[in-house]
């Protein structure tokens, strides 16, 4: 009230400020920026690096060129599913680099979550810079960059740490940043922003609500070591559970739901057999904006069926807790 009163009474400010007035101010700002340059835009496919295309797209046409970097350690079947969309569905101009094997090379022996991260934001940079130059040369580096993230990565003035490194704030990133060639126009805004933004660019549903998916993918999901086995066991159970709470009813209704594969292995007894297998646990949390989240309560039918598909399906996990 005291905010309004002085914003609105004392110094008759308008609130003209919605979603609409951001669509059209930022296209503007990115034509200002750009001139008559090229865009290169890292596309993973989530919402944030999809709604930053669509609004490149409409500043600057033909002249943004889309990279979609497969690191090894994406949800099962992911790279297919993002390269029909974006390229039958929303008609871009997208480069599929397959990486998988490098990555997996590097984060060899590695299970520091820290030290994953910065692998994989420093090769990404690396591919991303490499399939930039088959493509000739480009002017800027657009990213699907948000406000948490920001805060995330650096101390900021205030009761702040630096939660943890993004891969949109490496080195590298920073370096081009600081030479003013890094286009970031969802900066200043929260994920419940940029659903709603999508909404507007007419972007489907599917998309929009889609959970937020780490940049260092399945690599932090995976508690230790990354391994190929230990990825392949991780992409189906994700597999079983996404299409679960889907079928439940439960996925928008959820911030994000994620399996982890834990570096222990416990006795069980399959059928008639004792095993001694991998254990899964299950995180689901709800929140709005992502600087706060809570844990979600799922009834315990639905985690039972999610708990009984993944001991049975799954090669190697014997206990989901």
Partial sequence: KVLSNFLFGICRLKPTWNMESFIESSVNAIKNEVG??????????????????MLLQKA????????????????????????????????????????????????????DPEKKRRIIGREFINVFMEEAKKQGSFDFLAQGTLY???????STKGPSDTIKSHHNRVPEVLKLIKSGRVIEPLKELFKDEVRELGKLLGMPDELIHRHPFPGPGLAIRIVGEVTPERIRVLQETDDIL???????????????????FLPVKSVG??????????????????????????????PEDLLRRVSNRIINEVKGVNRVV
């Fill in 148 to 154: 948490p993230d920001v805060i995330e990565s650096v």
């Fill in 242 to 260: 996404v299409s679960e709470i889907k079928a439940a009813g439960y996925y928008n209704k959820l911030w994000q739901i994620f399996a982890v």
């Fill in 36 to 53: 008559g340059g090229t865009v290169l835009l890292g596309l993973s496919g989530g919402v944030d690096s999809s709604v930053t295309a």
């Fill in 60 to 111: 600057v046409g033909r002249r943004l060129y889309c990279v979609f970097v497969n690191n090894g350690v994406l949800r099962k079947d992911e790279e297919v599913t993002v390269m029909e969309r974006f390229r039958k569905h929303m008609n871009l101009d997208i480069v599929y680099a397959d990486a998988s094997k490098l990555f997996l090379s590097k984060l060899k022996g590695v299970t």
């Fill in 269 to 298: 007894v399959m059928g008639d057999k004792r095993t001694y297998e991998n254990v899964i646990a299950l995180r689901g949390v709800t929140s709005v904006d992502a600087m706060t989240a809570d844990w979600a309560y799922l």
